[in-house]
């Protein structure tokens, strides 16, 4: 079994900057791929990012190439998401997820947190 809390959400402008943090607990927590998935107002979840294992592979939605970065530290078991020039349409509701890359990207992953709510102001 796995945990995933997550924090760091908030309230930003347009332009603005934020890093979530996920922190997981349970056993062999290091060997799972880790992503984020956000579901904004009226629309599905939808995939973000993820990370391999190693932190060397990474993959990322069209929508936040370029100005989103995940990354981990295996030995505090958390993963991050950094989050830059943010746009309107960036407000969801973050979640942090865990399993395979394919699950990730599935929005179907193993382990899901309970969202942590990023909102962009115009």
């Known amino acids: 079994q796995v945990q995933l809390v997550e924090s760091g959400g908030g309230l930003v402008q347009t332009g603005g900057s934020l890093r979530l943090s996920c922190a997981a607990s349970?056993?062999?927590?290091?060997?799972?791929?880790m992503g984020w998935i956000r579901q904004a107002p009226g629309k599905e979840r939808a995939f973000v990012a993820a990370?391999?294992?190693?932190?060397?592979?990474?993959y990322y939605s069209d929508s936040v190439k370029g100005r989103f970065t995940i990354s981990r530290d295996n030995a505090k078991n958390t993963v991050y998401l950094q989050m830059n020039s943010l746009k309107p349409e960036d407000t969801a509701v973050y979640y942090c997820?865990?399993?395979?890359?394919?699950?990730?990207?599935?929005?179907?992953?193993?382990?899901w947190g309970q969202g942590t709510q990023v909102t962009v102001s115009s």
């Open positions: 349970g056993r062999t927590v290091s060997s799972y791929v």
């Open positions: 997820a865990a399993g395979s890359h394919s699950s990730i990207r599935a929005v179907s992953p193993d382990y």
């Open positions: 990370i391999g294992w190693s932190g060397i592979s990474k």
